[in-house]
């Protein structure tokens, strides 16, 4: 997955340069083995990135304002500034990624408008927004650990789950809470 290509709490990047970010595309089919990157097309890829995990943070608890605050404090329907700053990157991002509505055999679909491969590819990522079933994108969240933030799809009936992992994450979180109240 796209946004999880940064492992945060182990500080490492897959796309730490215009030839990882045009290998990790090539790999997933969505250029041509090759296909050059630039260093302007690799800042669009981050801020594609971030601003999507940040997307995926606010998508806890259902989205509905007034649920239980996030391991830094911040009500949820107030998104802490990290997250704020986040959907500006992806709001610029998409619009450095334009997309068209195109019309074949009566059917009309969402696509990239032309442009060079890697944006081209960097635009099909951002689509996604548009393509995907609005209840199963509003699945996909951030860990709410900051240090990790790892994108998970949230298969909880209720769509409650809050750590990429509760083993991991959420036993840490509960820990660290356990060693805040208790010390």
Not at 17 to 34: F, H, K, M
Request: charged residues 25%; proline residues 8%; glycine residues 10%.
């Amino acid at each position: 997955m796209f946004v999880n290509t940064a492992d945060r709490e182990a500080g490492e990047d897959a796309l730490g340069n215009p030839v990882d970010l045009a290998d990790w595309l090539a790999g997933y089919g969505l250029v041509e083995a090759g296909t050059p990157a630039t260093t302007d097309d690799l800042a669009l890829a981050l801020d594609l990135r971030e601003g999507l995990r940040s997307l995926f943070l606010t998508h806890h608890d259902g989205g509905h304002p007034g649920g239980a605050d996030d391991d830094g404090g911040h009500p949820h329907r107030t998104p802490p500034p990290a997250v704020v700053d986040g959907l500006q990157c992806l709001d610029r991002a998409l619009k450095q990624l334009p997309v068209r509505v195109a019309v074949s055999g009566g059917v009309p679909r969402v696509e990239p408008a032309p442009q060079p491969p890697v944006r081209t590819a960097l635009a099909h990522i951002g689509a996604v927004l548009v393509h995907a079933d609005p209840a199963q994108l509003r699945r996909l969240k951030a860990c709410r650990r900051d240090v990790c933030r790892w994108v998970f799809f949230d298969s909880s009936r209720n769509r409650g789950g809050t750590w990429c992992a509760m083993e991991i994450c959420g036993a840490r979180t509960k820990m660290q809470a356990y060693r805040k109240r208790n010390t």
